[in-house]
């Protein structure tokens, strides 16, 4: 046994100093210790020894185990010095050179800047938010709006229209009526999303553009709901100072109607070229739901009442960010998206 383990360290000896790689050494460490390595082999030649030789030949096993993985272990931090010097010799950096330019990294878009900006402030308010499909039954679009057949607002001019009594929607307020065919009052949402009307895209229209519309439904809700929630989100979008100012107007779907007007972000309400010397811009319709509105959702109107209002989400840009030409929003010109 002393012979054959002088023999296996002899030989593992001087294979170390011919190694020059650290695969080679791996190669070395498995043929000593691996599974089926010489040491290995030698441990279970023990059995075959008297029981009186056993501790002695297990004891030299042992110890020429440990002086070679003394001497592998050595060898291997010699070897990796060696080759991290090697690697950094031929990888070295020239801290002179001008670094790699990096990717472009893109940002969000001034209508989704908007459009959560405004989902954040109603959403603070206590809204929930409402979807519903951009192809739309006509009753949904129109019917159920108070909007019957012969409305000017049925116009093949104004409307995309797709077989089977469909329309590409006008307006986000199906929204509200699905809504309120399904859930009971209180109602408390906003509903942002596409929508499709046959204009010619010029600076201030495009056939597809962007609404967010609101609606509250509960007991007792009046017009002074109505102007105390669009004044506190008028605030929080364009400054404290922002003052706001109701117009009579005219909606199928509400009763009484308005428009909202808001103080000139850029003037103050002084008048300028922005405002058109007016000190105010138009920016939302509101009014209160019209009771047979209600009634066809299955809602009490003797005991609900509510409110709803719609806002173009592009003009709301295009006055947060004093953009000109709508067209700007949807030609992708790096120049000016990157501004944002």
């Known amino acids: 046994m002393r012979e054959k383990l002088d023999l296996i360290r002899t030989d593992a000896l001087k294979a170390l100093e ?13 043929k000593l210790f691996g599974k089926k390595g010489e040491l290995t082999a030698a ?30 272990g050595r060898r291997q931090q010699d ?9 950094l010799k031929i990888e070295t950096i020239d801290v002179t050179m001008p670094g790699k330019r990096p ?29 519903g499909p951009e192809i739309e039954e006509d009753y949904y679009n129109f019917e159920a709006l108070n ?21 590409l929607r006008t307006q986000t307020s199906p929204v509200q009526i699905r809504t309120m065919e399904n859930k009971k009052p209180p109602i408390k949402i906003i ?28 007991e007792g809700i009046t017009m002074g709901d109505l102007k105390g929630a669009l ?9 404290g ?42 920016l939302l319709g509101c009014g209160m739901v019209h009771p047979k509105v209600l009634a066809g959702c299955g809602i009490d109107p003797d005991v609900y009442t509510g409110f709803a209002f719609g806002m173009g989400i592009e003009r709301s840009a295009m006055q947060r960010y004093n953009i000109a030409d709508l067209r700007l929003l949807y030609e992708n010109d790096v120049r000016f998206l990157k501004q944002f």
């Open 18 to 30: 011919e190694i020059t790689d650290l695969k080679a050494l791996e190669d070395l460490r498995l």
């Open 43 to 72: 441990l279970k030649g023990l059995s075959e020894l008297t029981k009186e030789e056993r501790p002695a030949a297990g004891q030299m096993v042992n110890d020429v185990r440990a002086y070679l993985e003394d001497m592998v």
């Open 79 to 87: 070897l990796g010095k060696i080759a991290l010097a090697a690697s």
């Open 103 to 131: 990717y472009n990294l893109g940002h969000k878009h001034p209508m989704t800047l908007v459009t959560d900006e405004i989902k954040n402030i109603f959403i603070g308010l206590g809204y929930e938010i409402a979807e």
């Open 147 to 167: 909007i019957p057949k012969n409305h000017p607002a049925r116009d093949e001019q104004d409307t995309f229209y797709v077989e089977g009594g469909y329309v």
């Open 191 to 218: 509903a942002p999303g596409r929508v499709f009307r046959s204009d010619e895209t010029d600076a201030t229209h495009s056939p597809v553009f962007h609404q967010l519309e609101g609606l509250v439904v509960d």
């Open 231 to 239: 004044e506190v989100f008028a605030k929080e979008l364009f400054g």
């Open 241 to 282: 100072g922002t003052r706001v100012r109701f117009r009579p107007h005219h909606f199928p779907f509400t009763e009484p109607s308005a428009e909202m007007d808001v103080s000139c972000f850029a003037c103050g309400g002084s008048g300028c070229r922005v405002c058109k010397g007016s000190g105010w811009i138009e």
